[in-house]
């Protein structure tokens, strides 16, 4: 392999983990809501609320992870609101989800203008990156793998904490139970709604931490396009990953480096129009909810259907 290629390979592949990083973190979140029973549509709007939420905190503070715990909490706050509307209003999952993302647009655009109208709204510390000892210095797989920023390992490491808590543990099986067979559930002494404003909350917290992770490890700055549809694209990394936290950190990856691709081109010089490039990762989204790739098969049975005890 010549020099100009690896570099390319490299280049490629270190960003495309760089960017999957996100994604793959609001995918872990709606896995949990999703195999609960509650279809959390609002995501996109939670991670656009968490990113203005770690910079706003980062610009008062200058701290790194104090930011984060602020994401987080606007996550979680945000997604009360949701469960209730979804599991205890009953509301439309689907509608109350796509209006929510309106309402924390505007939400977000008015805090920021009123908050920064006359103070420095510039770059704020972020997250460099870590070079594991010895691991960093492996061909290809080193700077790639090894050279990430911190929240990119803590988010590999609750890949394997989510797939333990949804699969080994009796929580996991009470989460799961409620969203394929809630009947069942219920009799068998689980509390479905409660099951569902656990899913749905741990949804919001790891979309609000996706949020803070986009501005402290990737950008740096916040602007009202800054989650630009990655709420959606977990959505789809979900179906995709076919409600498995293992599948879906694959699939995240994917779609990080198809994400990266265009602008790895572009440092070859190709001469590929831009926004065709850009549309790549949005394809594979579309393809991936479609359910080409197989994942209706796979979808909890009680998805987005509400329960009633009485009913």
Same mark, same amino acid.
């Given at each position: 392999?010549?020099?100009?290629?690896?570099?390319?390979?490299?280049?490629?592949?270190?960003?495309?983990?760089?960017?999957?990083?996100?994604?793959?973190?609001?995918?872990?979140?709606?896995?949990?809501?999703?195999?609960?029973?509650?279809?959390?549509?609002?995501?996109?709007?939670?991670?656009?609320?968490?990113?203005?939420?770690?910079?706003?905190?980062?610009?008062?503070?200058?701290?790194?992870?104090?930011?984060?715990?602020?994401?987080?909490?606007?996550?979680?706050?945000?997604?009360?609101?949701?469960?209730?509307?979804?599991?205890?209003?009953?509301?439309?999952?689907?509608? +109350?989800?796509?209006?929510?993302?309106?309402?924390?647009?505007?939400?977000?655009?008015?805090?920021?203008?009123?908050?920064?109208?006359?103070?420095?709204?510039? @770059?704020?510390?972020?997250?460099?990156?870590?070079? #594991?000892?010895? $691991?960093?210095?492996?061909? #290809? $797989?080193? @700077?790639?793998?090894?050279?990430?920023?911190? @929240?990119?390992?803590?988010?590999?490491?609750?890949?394997?904490?989510?797939?333990?808590?949804?699969?080994?543990?009796?929580?996991?099986?009470?989460?799961?139970?409620?969203?394929?067979?809630?009947?069942?559930?219920?009799?068998?002494?689980?509390?479905?709604?409660?099951?569902?404003?656990?899913?749905?909350?741990?949804?919001?917290?790891?979309?609000?931490?996706?949020?803070?992770?986009? &501005?402290?490890?990737?950008?740096?700055?916040?602007?009202?396009?800054?989650?630009?549809?990655?709420?959606?694209?977990?959505?789809?990394?979900? #179906?995709?990953?076919?409600?498995?936290?293992?599948?879906?950190?694959?699939?995240?990856?994917?779609?990080?480096?198809?994400?990266? $691709?265009?602008?790895? $081109?572009?440092?070859?010089?190709?001469?590929?129009?831009?926004?065709?490039?850009?549309?790549?990762?949005? &394809? +594979?989204? #579309?393809?991936?909810?479609?359910?080409?790739?197989?994942?209706?098969?796979?979808?909890?049975?009680?998805?987005? &259907? @509400?329960?009633?005890?009485?009913?």
């Amino acid at each position: 392999m010549s020099a100009f290629s690896q570099a390319f390979l490299v280049t490629w592949l270190t960003a495309g983990i760089r960017l999957g990083g996100p994604v793959l973190l609001a995918a872990l979140g709606e896995t949990f809501a999703e195999r609960s029973g509650i279809l959390n549509l609002g995501i996109e709007g939670i991670l656009l609320l968490g990113a203005l939420a770690s910079y706003l905190t980062s610009i008062h503070t200058g701290s790194l992870w104090l930011p984060l715990l602020a994401a987080m909490a606007s996550g979680l706050a945000a997604s009360l609101f949701l469960a209730w509307m979804y599991v205890t209003v009953r509301a439309s999952q689907v509608v +109350v989800g796509l209006v929510f993302n309106v309402l924390a647009l505007g939400i977000a655009a008015t805090v920021y203008r009123r908050t920064l109208a006359h103070a420095s709204a510039g @770059p704020i510390a972020m997250f460099q990156a870590v070079h #594991i000892p010895w $691991l960093s210095d492996l061909p #290809i $797989l080193g @700077p790639t793998i090894f050279s990430q920023t911190l @929240p990119l390992y803590l988010t590999l490491v609750l890949v394997a904490v989510a797939h333990f808590a949804l699969f080994h543990t009796r929580f996991g099986v009470g989460l799961r139970a409620a969203g394929e067979n809630p009947r069942a559930a219920d009799a068998a002494g689980v509390s479905v709604p409660r099951m569902r404003y656990f899913g749905t909350l741990l949804s919001g917290a790891a979309a609000g931490l996706a949020g803070g992770y986009l &501005v402290l490890a990737q950008i740096g700055l916040f602007r009202d396009s800054i989650v630009a549809g990655q709420g959606f694209i977990a959505l789809g990394i979900v #179906i995709f990953g076919r409600w498995s936290p293992w599948k879906a950190a694959l699939a995240a990856m994917v779609f990080g480096t198809c994400d990266a $691709l265009q602008l790895s $081109l572009q440092l070859l010089g190709t001469h590929l129009p831009e926004d065709l490039l850009l549309s790549i990762p949005y &394809v +594979v989204t #579309i393809l991936a909810i479609s359910g080409i790739f197989g994942g209706r098969d796979a979808r909890p049975a009680a998805l987005t &259907v @509400p329960y009633l005890k009485d009913a």
